[in-house]
Nanobody, 114 residues
């Protein structure tokens, strides 16, 4: 069983930065894709950034140039560096990984004040 645990969320002023972390535990084997999603109450979950096992990354247009997804060499940690945060980035952020089956973290709240 694989578990994903996010951390690093919090309250920050507009223009500030946060770094989210996602720790994978359990029976670890390489994930084919890891990603960050976010969700605002009443709206659908939105894909923020993806990172493949080969190292290719993609970003939602709304975060390009501000957010950066990365992982450690062991593949047990996933990160999301978020710079120049905006109030519209306020959401619960979820870590996702695909190991042949999908696994989600429990989410971490990010709140950006104006």
């Amino acid at each position: 069983q694989v578990q994903l645990t996010e951390s690093g969320g919090g309250l920050v002023q507009a223009g500030g930065s946060l770094r989210l972390s996602c720790a994978a535990s359990g029976r670890i084997f390489p994930a084919t894709v890891m990603a960050w999603h976010r969700q605002v109450p009443g709206k659908e979950r939105e894909l923020v950034a993806t990172l493949t096992a080969g190292g290719s990354s993609n970003y939602a247009e709304s975060v390009k140039g501000r957010f950066s997804i990365s992982r450690d060499k062991a593949g047990k940690m996933l990160y999301l560096q978020m710079n120049n945060l905006k109030p519209e980035d306020t959401a619960v952020y979820y870590c996702y990984a695909h190991f042949g089956f999908a696994v989600w973290g429990q989410g971490t709240q990010v709140t950006v004040s104006s």
